[in-house]
């Protein structure tokens, strides 16, 4: 199983609930498994975006398409170490593939749920990736993964941010070739 960003979070909890449909796990750029102790340095690092970004909340409410698409937007672009990969990314993705809807509610529902218990138990082999300049999850989040799960491996993208399997696919297919082995 792999799980990406929010997919590693729900592939946690899979993993928890079902260990015994698990061979492998891969846990890439994930959020915490308690929500509260996601590291977002969205803000830290590019405090002109979030400022920006601050001033679509208003319209983005009131059902501003363009306010809410430009947010978006505004959020994939500091997802990424390599500028020419943001900007390839960003013009194939646009805004239309996030659902702010359904977005909310899942996070609305996050806060009761701790994995932290549950991860300590897993006895398959894991895999923990980030990237090192993972804003949207601080790769220390990665790394206390790896520390809570026995045995895990730890692999970080020297030249990735957020999706490391984007910025740099050749590594990122080698590592995982070499744990699937």
């Known amino acids: 199983m792999l799980g990406h960003s929010w997919g590693g979070y729900l592939s946690m909890a899979y993993s928890a609930r079902h260990p015994e449909h698990i061979a492998h796990l891969m846990i890439v750029d994930s ?3 308690k929500w509260s102790d996601t590291l977002f340095l969205f803000s830290q690092i590019f405090p002109e975006v979030t400022e ?5 909340t208003f319209a983005d409410e009131m059902g501003d398409k363009a306010a809410s698409d430009a947010s978006i937007h505004d959020c994939l672009t500091m997802l990424f170490y390599s500028p020419e990969k943001r900007d390839a990314f960003v013009a194939q993705m646009g805004a239309g593939a996030f659902h702010k809807d359904a977005s909310q509610a899942v996070m609305s529902d996050l806060p009761r749920f701790d994995l932290n218990p549950e991860i300590a138990k897993f006895k398959f082999p894991v895999i923990v990736m980030t990237g090192r300049y993972d804003i949207n999850v601080a790769p220390l989040v990665a790394y206390k993964i790896h520390q809570t799960i026995p045995d ?5 993208f020297e030249k990735s941010g957020h999706i490391p399997f984007y910025e740099e696919p050749e590594a990122f297919i080698r590592a995982t070739e070499e744990f699937l082995k």
């Open 31 to 33: 959020a915490a498994p």
């Open 52 to 56: 920006r970004r601050a001033g679509f």
């Open 152 to 156: 895990s491996r730890f692999v970080v």
